[in-house]
């Protein structure tokens, strides 16, 4: 069956420090990848996408997420964290019209 | 920008009751989904709409009903409400095809007492 699964479910940073939140999915074709952001109080929103191509992608606010085929991974990543990017994140796959979303990893950055 | 809405942001309801939540978007978008979100399970998909008066079952299809009778709204429905379904319901449009993200409304957050 079709997953997607985050390992991390909750995470605590001290601001400065650097962020990896791991993904992966389990699909035998041609896939699409998304990390979307859930803001405390607010709606989802995308982070990044991946289709094609350049398997480094970039994405708003600093992060950045990368394709690995060979490990069915799309990790996201963002150098310096900080307090604004307390949030919950989900991965997402997507093949033909329905999507899988892991089951979340909650960020909290402290100050 | 795409823009979904969703009808009411809090919602309380008795159990039995009969409960709509309604979805709208103003992107012509041929898909529309219906999620809920639960804390430690993520968002399990209840039902999608590839088409108007199309549907087809997600996930989590039991206790709910869906209606789209028009392209840019999706209806989730409650036959009888009860307290498990106490829960976030995201709606969500995207594109038929392609390689688009899915944009989600703000949720609903419906308690069932």
């Known amino acids: 069956a079709q997953s997607v699964s985050q390992h991390n479910h909750h995470v605590i940073l001290s601001e400065a420090a650097s962020l990896e939140l791991g993904c992966n999915y389990s699909?035998?074709?041609?896939?699409?990848l998304f990390w979307y952001v859930q803001y405390p109080g607010q709606h989802l929103q995308l982070l990044l996408k991946y289709f094609s191509g350049d398997p480094l992608v970039k994405g708003i606010k600093g992060f950045e997420a990368e394709f690995i085929k060979s490990k069915f991974s799309f990790n996201l990543r963002k150098p310096s964290v900080q307090w604004s990017d307390t949030a919950e994140y989900f991965c997402a796959g997507n093949t033909g019209n329905q999507f899988y979303f892991g089951t979340g990893t909650s960020l909290t950055v402290i100050p | 920008d795409v823009k979904v809405t969703q009808s009411s942001r809090y919602l309380v309801k008795r159990t039995g009751e009969k409960v709509f939540l309604e979805c709208v978007q103003d992107?012509?978008?041929?898909?529309m989904f219906w999620y809920r979100q639960d804390p430690g399970l993520g968002l399990r998909l209840i039902y999608f709409?590839?088409?108007?008066?199309?549907?087809e079952k997600g996930d989590i299809p039991e206790g709910y009903s869906v209606s789209r009778e028009k392209k840019e709204r999706f209806s989730l429905i409650l036959e009888s409400a009860s307290t498990n379904q106490t829960s976030m319901y995201l709606c969500?449009?995207?594109?038929?095809?392609?390689?688009?993200?899915?944009?989600f409304g703000p949720g609903t957050r419906l308690t069932v007492l």
């Open positions: 699909y035998g074709g041609t896939v699409n």
């Open positions: 969500a449009s995207r594109p038929f095809g392609g390689v688009d993200e899915q944009f």
């Open positions: 992107m012509d978008h041929e898909n």
């Open positions: 709409s590839y088409d108007v008066k199309m549907k």
